[in-house]
């Protein structure tokens, strides 16, 4: 088996609710569009900070633009950070190679702004490079 991955890149944190459900509230329009599901397994990575941790997702009101971590995630970011938050699943391995993942980018408010099936080759000097 090999691994196969959806993104939602750089999504900015609107919320962190301590005493709420632990979990991470997304957008539902947000979680539609990268493939995620209520209650999937999640994987978030703070780019301000460098946490990295594992919850599960929740559906958050839609149009909101809402990523809000909760519980004891709340611990691990701050207001505006800017967050990657992916979702792993198994593939047979002869459909590793085929397989598209699904990048959702998001603007400063969290909605849409690009959506893509990879990311660029980074060239040496961290350039990145149509390949």
């Known amino acids: 088996m090999g691994a196969s991955s959806d993104h939602l890149h750089r999504a900015t944190v609107t919320d962190c ?16 569009a990268a ?5 999937e397994q999640i994987h978030v990575w703070n780019i ?3 946490e990295r941790f594992v ?3 929740i559906r958050g009101q839609r149009g909101s633009g809402i990523i809000s971590l909760n519980g004891s995630a709340a611990r691990r970011a701050s207001l505006g950070d800017l967050v990657i938050i992916a979702a792993f699943g198994l593939v047979p391995e002869e459909q590793v190679r085929g397989h598209r993942p699904k990048l959702v ?6 909605f849409i702004k690009e959506e893509r099936a ?6 040496a000097d961290g350039e990145a490079f149509a390949a």
């Open 17 to 32: 609710e301590l005493h709420y459900e632990g979990s991470c509230a997304i957008d539902e329009d947000l979680l539609e």
């Open 105 to 110: 980018f998001v603007d400063e408010a969290n």
């Open 35 to 39: 493939n995620l599901a209520e209650n």
């Open 118 to 123: 990879h990311i660029p080759v980074q060239a």
């Open 55 to 57: 919850t599960y997702a």
């Open 48 to 50: 301000n900070n460098g």
